[in-house]
Structure formats: structure tokens, C-alpha cells
């Protein structure tokens, strides 16, 4: 079993920067992705950014404003979001596709509140 646990979640004012990690633990599996999804108030859970041996996909509102980088070694995702305005104000969780025997599985974190507001 793997868990997932987040942390730089925050208030920031518009135009200014934030950076989210997440840290995974457990034992007995391999990782194959991590990555970052949001969801706002009302609204649909949504990709942010996710990072698969060394391959990242974007969410088409974030691309040229966030970054995802990963330490496979501490098996920790970070996303260093930039530019921020009020739209991305949201629940950002933590997503893992790990691999344990033959078998791969999706897991989720608990959530980090990210806040864009002057």
C-alpha cells in the first residue's frame, strides 16, 4: 500500500509563486507515475501535471506557468507553480500510479488547499 502525503499549500496573492510537494511511502512497490491534479469548488477534479519517466504532461490552463519535477530515488513529486491568478484556486492532490507484483494501481493523497487572492 502506498501513501501519499502533500504539503505546501497556502494563500498567495495574484501573480505570485507556490510550490507543492509530495512524498510517497510504503514498501513493496515500484513507481510509474506522479503527478498533481485540482479540484475547485463545484467543479470536476482536473489534471495539472503528471510525470512519468522523465515525460510530463500538462493541463492546457497551468502549461508555461507550473513545472513538475520528481526525485525517483526519494520517490517525492514537486510542482513549482508560477504566476498564479484566482482561477487556480483549488484542491490539489497528490496522484501515483505505482506498480506492486504484476499488478499497477492509482492512489491518491489527502489534498493541499491552494488560495490565489489579493
Known amino acids: 500500500q502506498v501513501h501519499l502525503v502533500e504539503s505546501g499549500g497556502g494563500l498567495v496573492q495574484p501573480g505570485g509563486s507556490l510550490r507543492l510537494s509530495c512524498a510517497a511511502s510504503g514498501s513493496g512497490f515500484s513507481m510509474i507515475t506522479m503527478g498533481w491534479y485540482r479540484q475547485a469548488p463545484g467543479k470536476q477534479r482536473d489534471l495539472v501535471a503528471l510525470i512519468s519517466n522523465g515525460d510530463t504532461n500538462y493541463g492546457d490552463s497551468v502549461k508555461g506557468r507550473f513545472t513538475i519535477s520528481r526525485d525517483n530515488a526519494r520517490n517525492t513529486v514537486d510542482l513549482q507553480m508560477n504566476s498564479l491568478t484566482p482561477e487556480d484556486t483549488a484542491v490539489y492532490y497528490c496522484?501515483?500510479?505505482?506498480?506492486?507484483?504484476?499488478?499497477?494501481?492509482?492512489?491518491w493523497g489527502q489534498g493541499t488547499q491552494v488560495t490565489v487572492s489579493s
Open positions: 496522484y501515483a500510479v505505482v506498480r506492486m507484483g504484476s499488478t499497477a494501481s492509482g492512489s
